[in-house]
């Protein structure tokens, strides 16, 4: 069975840094688009990067744009989030998704295969 695993999620201070991971099981990332989405309660879920597996381009949206980098090792078969400068707007349930196709996109019903989630906290 196909999975993605994310992890390093977790409580920060403001200003602070975390690196989510996501690793598939079952299945090696490489050929994947992956995407990163959050929702915080109360929101709707919303695509934060993505980058896609035939030419590692990227997206970041604009409330995380030069301050969260999106990374993939193929070697490992994981893809990574750098999240920095984090704020509390940033506090919400992280998830990679998988998407079978060489290009991301920014809509989460484009995507096959989601993890569980990872829970981000920001706050002093």
């Known amino acids: 069975q196909l999975q993605l695993v994310e992890s390093g999620g977790g409580w920060v201070q403001p200003g602070g840094s975390l690196r989510l991971s996501c690793t598939g099981s079952g299945f090696t990332l490489e050929n994947y688009a992956i995407g990163w989405f959050r929702q915080a309660p109360g929101k709707e879920r919303e695509g934060v990067s993505c980058?896609?597996?035939?030419?590692?381009?990227?997206y970041y949206s604009d409330s995380v744009k030069g301050r969260f980098t999106i990374l993939r090792d193929n070697a490992k078969s994981t893809v990574y989030l750098q999240m920095n400068s984090l704020k509390p707007e940033d506090t919400a349930v992280y998830y990679c998704?998988?998407?079978?196709?060489?290009?991301?996109?920014?809509?989460?019903?484009?995507?096959?295969?989601w993890g569980q989630g990872t829970q981000v906290t920001v706050s002093s």
């Open positions: 998704a998988a998407r079978e196709h060489n290009y991301y996109t920014t809509a989460s019903w484009d995507y096959d295969y």
């Open positions: 980058i896609s597996s035939y030419d590692s381009s990227t």
